[in-house]
């Protein structure tokens, strides 16, 4: 069987390789590809991968073959490729698609091809090209109407899955509350907290940085208490440039990048997307509905069992967990291009905001005893993250 290298950079990106790589994902061959045009896209957006825009023109008009295909490869920067190495990026985005997607009642890109090679971490997913349907602005953010649509579909998709992570296909599937995992994720936050106060210092509230420091030391911990809660499958960075709207109906709603999926806590994608991509006046004027039918819908298709009370203020506490993304990338991600800086800064002045106006303070993370499994575990999570920040100074 012929093995088809996974594409590094731009210039790997032939003729011949799409070529091969579409006709091993149909099966059959499709009409020989004459011209590819190769467009960088997503600058600043996927900051933890290269998105290209291949425009295909085949020998014959009858070719059953994609007129367009989005390719994605791993990062050309190093500190970005780190990040992916480390909290496994690349594998359980080709996982997600391989195994994952088809159960999900959240639409998603058509794949055409994929690969993954555990020794480096070179990857590659060929993609349908949705650039038909429309997309919004991040940095703007998104209408009432894209919000609560958003928070519709993730109900769905949390309540697919709800407490079943001890099930096929979730049995043995990536974990975002893992002990091992967490470990990653507070030696992340961690060493990225003084740069975060540093670099966004006007951007955020004294509670907000009091908050972001005493998460900093016990984030291990307070995800051992979270792991309490029932489990889902979660997107991870569930955010607007992520996300294309279609008319109504299945395609309504079309989420990609699914880089930091994985078995989670469902209300820290709600809080996630609530505070990062609508601006502030756009999430009060819709919150208390949308997370209404957010407990609804879990409780009905998913079988929770809790009231509203107790969902609205998991949906607050969930802003703690929500923070992790942008603490991690404006600390330990390639911030040089100026629209992935302006990225970080609105997601965390939004997440000010948020932790402001729903009294997060009141989930303050505590100290806990090291004699307690949470207090261990941010103990040894906090020797961790000093011996990685000393070997990496």
């Known amino acids: 069987m012929n093995v088809i290298p996974i594409p590094t950079s731009k210039g790997d990106l032939t003729r011949s390789w799409l070529e091969a790589a579409l006709d091993k994902t149909q099966g059959q061959s499709v009409n020989q590809i004459s011209q590819v045009e190769v467009e960088t896209i997503g600058t600043g957006v996927g900051l933890v991968g290269c998105l290209y825009r291949c425009s295909l023109t085949y020998a014959t008009e009858s070719s059953s073959g994609p007129r367009s295909v989005i390719v994605k490869i791993r990062s050309d920067d190093p500190k970005s490729l780190k990040v992916a190495k480390t909290f496994l990026l690349y594998q359980k985005e080709v996982a997600f698609y391989r195994e994952i997607s088809s159960l999900t009642p959240m639409a998603v890109p058509t794949v055409y091809y994929s690969d993954f090679d555990p020794k480096n971490h070179d990857f590659v997913l060929v993609l349908e090209d949705l650039e038909s349907m429309t997309s919004a602005s991040q940095l703007t953010g998104g209408t009432e109407e894209q919000g609560r649509l958003a928070i519709r579909h993730a109900a769905r998709l949390h309540a697919r899955f709800w407490n079943k992570h001890q099930e096929t296909p979730l049995n043995g599937y990536y974990s975002l509350i893992a002990p091992s995992f967490m470990m990653k994720i507070h030696v992340g936050f961690h060493n990225s907290v003084a740069k975060v106060l540093d670099v966004f210092d006007q951007d955020l509230s004294p509670g907000a940085k009091e908050l972001i420091r005493a998460f900093g030391n016990n984030l291990a911990g307070q995800y051992h208490e979270l792991a309490q809660r029932p489990r889902t499958l979660t997107h991870g960075d569930y955010r607007l440039d992520n996300m294309f709207f279609g008319p109504p109906g299945d395609r309504e709603l079309v989420v990609i990048d699914w880089q930091t999926n994985g078995i989670g806590i469902g209300m820290a994608d709600v809080a996630y997307f609530m505070a990062g991509s609508l601006d502030s006046s756009i999430r009060r004027a819709i919150e208390r509905d949308a997370i209404t039918e957010y407990h609804e819908i879990t409780c009905r298709d998913g079988g929770a069992i809790w009231d509203s009370s ?7 506490q969930s802003f703690v967990a929500a923070m992790t993304v942008p603490v991690i990338a404006a600390g330990e991600l390639s911030l040089d291009n100026e629209r992935a800086f ?25 100290r806990r005893s090291v004699f307690s499994m949470s207090g261990l575990q941010s103990a040894f999570a906090n020797q961790l993250a000093r011996v990685v920040r000393s070997n990496n100074s």
Do not use: H, K, S
Request: net charge negative; proline share 3%; hydrophobic share 40%.
């Open 310 to 316: 107790e969902c609205w203020r998991t949906y607050r």
């Open 342 to 366: 302006e990225l970080v800064q609105t997601g965390i002045r939004r997440m000010n905001a948020a932790l402001e106006e729903l009294d997060v303070e009141e989930f303050m993370p505590q």
